[in-house]
Each structure stands twice: as C-alpha cells, then as structure tokens.
C-alpha cells in the first residue's frame, strides 16, 4: 500500500560571526601506532609478523594518544634542527633522529628519502648552512652521512639496532610490592625483550626460519597437550593470576629457550675501538675482525645470560608457581599420609592373616594329635583284643587236645600238627573271626573245625601263590615272544653292502672298552645310511658277532697272507669286478684316485678293501711259482 511522502526543507545553519583558528595534528594509523608503542598503549610486536595482529585501535585509545601527544611538545618524533644542538651532544642523539626522526621501522626507500631532505637541509653547500664549516669537518653533515651508512646497510643497521634506545635493566625485588605489581613490571620487561626475538629478526629469512622453528615448536606442544589446548598467536604472554599454570609454564618454557637476533659487532667495534675502515693493510683488518667478533661473541654471552637471569628472577618470584609449589609440596604429603596408610593396613591385614594361619594351624595339629591318639588306641585295642582272641583260642585248643589225645583216631597226632594249625589261623584271622571260632568249637567241641579252617586257608594261600606264578609265566611268554617276533624281524631285513661298510667303520671307529659303545655304533650306521628302518644296538651286535664268526671259519681256506680282520668274504663276482677295474684304471694315475675309482666299482668294498685284496691275490701268486 502505497504512502504520502512529504519532503520537509530543513533550516540553513547558522555560522557564527568568528571562527576560531585551530593547529590539525598527523593522525594517521602508522602514527597513532607509533605512538601507541612509545607510550605503551600496545605491544612491541603488535604488527609484526610474528604477531596475528589481534589487537585493535579504538577511538578511545586513539584520542588518548592525540592527548599525550599534545601535553608533551618536547618527544623525539619532532624533527631536530641539529645545527641547534652542540656538537659534544650529537653522539646522544639516535640516528633515526639524526635523519629526521624517522620511525625505527622505516623502509631503506624513507631512510633513502630522509636522508636527501637532510642533505638539502644540512649540506655545507646550501644555504642556511655552516659557513665556517668544510664538509670534511662539519660535525653535522658528518653525523648525517655516518646515519646513512649505518642505516642503509642491512648488517649494519641490524647491529645498531641492538643497542638503540633499549634499557637492559632487570626488574628488581624492591619494584614489586605485591601480586598485581609482578604481572605489570616484568610483564612489560619481557615485552620489551620481546623485541629481539629470533622470529623479529630483520634478515627476513633468518625470521622465517625462527617462525617456522616456533610454529613446529606450538603444534609439538598442542599435540602434548590434546585436542583441547587453546589455540594461541605469537609468542606466550606473562597473564595474570588467573592464567592456567600449564600456560605458565609454556611461558617459562618459551623464554628458557629464547634466541635472540640481537648483533653486538658495532658495540664491540666502540669498545674495542677498531674501525676496519681505517686499517693500514688486510693482515690488520682481519686482526681487528678477530677483536671485534670475540668481544662481540663475549656481549652475546652476557645478553644470554641477562636473560637467564630475568627468566630465573622471574621465576622466584612468580605468585602462581608458589602457589603451585604448595599445592604440590601438599599434594606430596597427601599422597606421602595415603601411602603410609595404606602400609599400615597392609601390615594390619598381613598380620592378622599370619595369626590366623598360624590359629588353624595350631588348630590343626591339635585335630592331628587328637586323631593319631584315637587311632592309635584302636591299633592297641585291636591288638589286645586280638592277642586275647589268639589266647583264647590257643587255650581252649590246648584244653580240648588232652580230651582228644585219649580218643582211638585223635585230631592230630602231634602237638606240632596242633601248633602249626592253630598259629594259622592265629596268623590268617581277625579278632572277630577267632572269637567265632573260638565260641563254635566251644558249642561243639569238634577240634575238626580247626584242622579244616586250617587246610581252607592254606589252601587259599596255595591258590593264590599258584595264581601270582601263573601270571609270572605268562609275563615271561609273552616277552618271550615279542623277542622272538623282534628277532624274526631283524633277521627279514637283510643287511646291504653300505650298511656293512658303515658298521666296519663303526667298529674301527670305535674300539671295545669306551662306555656305550654299541649305542654309538648303532647312531654312527643310522646316521651315515640314512635308515628309514633304524638298526638297533642288538642287531648291531648280532651282525658283527655272525661276522666275526664267518671270518674265522674262513681264516682256515684262505692262502697264507690273506687279512683275517676282513668282514665280509671275497666272492668271485667281487673278484671280477676288481679285476676290471684294475684293467681300466691304470697304474699311471694318481695312487689314491686310482684306488678310489676302483672302489667305486666293486659294490660294498673300501679303497682299502681292495687294495688288501689286491696284495693277497699278488701274494697268493708269488706262493703258487
């Protein structure tokens, strides 16, 4: 739905009569933040680029800076006309101040450009200048061009920079008074420091390095810490009370291992006063590059441990890491009282465990005695009742044999017969069973049931002892067999010709006397043929002893010379087959090779054996002529 608009025309402002003059102040935002650093409204390293660059300039801010600005008329950001200043106090003087009082930060393109305006301004040929002056002794123009040259030049200007407009004191214990006093002076004190960090280093690659160095360092730690570490930008700060203590110690941990950029050749170069410049030859040159770069090494040394000794006052005097020193030093003793109490109950538990034991223990050995009593006094009463039940029976046999001695056909015919079957049963029967007895020949005064009872159990014993014998014999058959099926078995498995020649070696190899010897000629055949089959020590021994004794049946039939050790005979195969060999290996070969090819030729013969028969047959030839 559509709507009236009315355009109402506004009234003309109404300027006033006078307008006061007023002076505009520089307020760009390289300005303010200059200004920011010098009155410490922000960091050293707001915008490097080690720094995200988090913080930010309010208006507020920005208008206290103009505020300081104005109330202090008299700072180094105003140019200097140097012409004003004596000559004595122109060493005081910096060299960014020299040459205009350009920012520490400035480009070589604005030190380049400040430099020509302070030609123009303080060259001895321009006017307005010295007079009286040379431009080879203007004190000025010569301040002038020893800026650039130090400016200008990287290594130079890095050096310079090391040492300009820095204060290298330390916080002392009478600057802090309290809790909030240690977070503001040395929290600015490392701030300060800050400024040399190997990350701001001015050689830009050096710095890369330094950040990249830092940055591996960060993720290293995140890693350590897990997933839920705060993410953090540039280098750690001091905090405040409320800052978590794994935060301080990152702190700590960061500035034990800080590496500072700063260069100490041009200070060495002052104190040493060496100017390599002004060297009379190189030799003197390089010997004052060597003073220099060894007072500078010893400045470095001094600035490392400038630090050390701030990082450790630091440390001494930090609120938090007291706090966290009691809280562990409590920790301590807590986990010192648990663990004590806990000992002690152990001890407790191991005690009264041990006093019971030892309780059941005693307890058990009572049971033990208690029972090894009762059984005892049965064994005695046993024994009694059975000795009376022995006497009993004895007497009442011996009363009942003077009855029956006087019979035509008594029971027995001697009072041996009555001895040995009455200590029969005595030996055979319980207490219960001769009390039975005893009560049975009572009612029936038969002595027969003695002599019965007697020969029952002699007989029992008769079968028994027949029994074990019997089953004796069969254990004897049966081994008795097995030998004989084992025999069988061996003598089915004829020996071979590799078999023989092993046992002959084995024999050889080891002489009668030495302990299990037929065990180890048993492994040496097994070991050497390769039996799927292994021969025993028992076969073995059968072997050589039917050997042994084919050999000297032999002995006799053999012509004279003949080897009465060899064991296995010479057939007439094995004589022919040597015989070709002895044909096709001439004697013109090597000895041993000519033998071990006969050998080779004859089935189950050594070089030896053949050469043994070689000489019997030669032997049995010359007899025969």
């Known amino acids: 739905m559509a709507q009236n608009i009315s355009i109402v025309p506004l009234a003309k402002l109404d300027w006033p009569a006078t307008v006061p003059k007023g002076r505009v102040q520089c307020g760009t935002e390289s300005y303010l933040a200059y200004k920011a650093r010098k009155e410490k409204k922000i960091s050293f390293l707001h915008y490097s680029s080690f720094n995200d660059g988090n913080e930010s300039f309010s208006s507020d801010s920005c208008a206290d800076i103009e505020d300081v600005m104005n109330s202090k008329k008299s700072e180094k950001n105003v140019v200097i006309n140097l012409y004003k200043v004596p000559a004595e106090d122109l060493d005081d003087l910096s060299f960014y101040d020299v040459l205009g009082g350009i920012k520490m930060h400035s480009t070589p393109e604005q030190i380049k450009r400040a430099f020509h305006k302070a030609c123009l301004k303080y060259h001895p040929d321009k006017e307005g200048a010295n007079k009286e ?92 810490q897990g997933q839920d570490a705060k993410k953090q930008s540039g280098p750690p700060s001091l905090g405040d009370g409320n800052t978590s203590i794994s935060d301080v110690h990152d702190f700590y941990d ?100 041990e006093e019971s034991e030892t309780k059941e223990k005693a307890e058990k050995d009572v049971r033990e005695r208690e029972e090894k009593a009762q059984m005892k006094v049965k064994r005695d009463q046993e024994k009694k009742r059975l000795r009376k039940s022995k006497q009993a029976l004895r007497r009442l046999v011996l009363a009942e044999y003077g009855t029956d001695s006087n019979k035509d056909t008594p029971t027995w015919t001697s009072i041996a017969d009555l001895n040995d079957d009455v200590e029969t049963l005595c030996e055979k029967l319980s207490s219960l069973e001769l009390d039975s007895l005893t009560t049975e020949i009572t009612d029936s005064s038969e002595l027969q049931i003695v002599v019965d009872r007697a020969n029952d159990l002699r007989d029992d014993t008769t079968k028994e002892k027949k029994a074990k014998e019997r089953e004796r014999n069969m254990l004897r058959l049966v081994a008795k067999r097995k030998e004989e099926a084992a025999k069988a078995a061996r003598a089915s498995k004829p020996w071979g010709a590799e078999e023989l020649a092993a046992l002959a070696k084995a024999v050889k190899k080891y002489p009668a006397g030495g302990a299990n010897r037929w065990e180890a000629i048993a492994l040496f055949v097994n070991n050497l043929c390769k039996l799927e089959d292994p021969r025993k020590k028992e076969e073995c021994i059968e072997k050589y002893n039917q050997v042994v004794i084919s050999s000297a049946s032999a002995a006799n039939t053999k012509p004279s010379g003949s080897d009465s050790k060899e064991i296995s005979e010479w057939t007439e195969e094995l004589d022919k087959q040597l015989q070709a060999g002895l044909s096709e290996f001439s004697s013109s070969m090597e000895k041993n090779e000519r033998w071990s090819s006969i050998a080779k030729g004859v089935p189950g013969k050594t070089k030896k054996d053949c050469v043994d028969r070689f000489k019997a047959i030669r032997e049995a030839l010359k007899n025969n002529k």
């Open 133 to 224: 002056s040379k431009e080879g002794d203007d004190p000025v123009f010569l301040k002038v061009k020893e800026a650039f040259e130090t400016l200008s030049d990287a290594a130079k200007r890095k050096s310079y920079d090391s040492t300009v407009d820095f204060d290298d004191s330390i916080p002392s214990t009478s600057d802090v008074k309290k809790d909030s006093d240690f977070y503001k002076v040395f929290g600015e004190c490392f701030e300060l420091n800050l400024r040399f960090a190997a990350e701001n280093d001015p050689d830009q690659a050096q710095a890369a390095a330094a950040r990249k160095k830092a940055a591996a360092r960060k993720k290293k730690m995140k890693r350590g």
């Open 254 to 353: 960061y500035w034990v291992a800080f590496q500072s950029w700063r260069d100490y050749t041009l200070a060495a170069s002052k104190v040493t006063e060496h100017d390599t410049d002004m060297a009379g030859d190189r030799y003197e040159k390089r010997w004052m590059e060597k003073e220099i770069a060894r007072k500078a090494k010893t400045m470095k040394k001094d600035e490392i441990a400038r630090i050390t000794k701030l990082v450790e006052k630091s440390i001494s005097m930090d609120p938090r890491l007291k706090k966290e020193k009691i809280r562990i030093d409590n920790e301590k003793k807590e986990k010192a009282r648990l663990q004590k109490e806990r000992k002690e109950n152990e001890a407790q538990d191991l005690k009264e465990k």
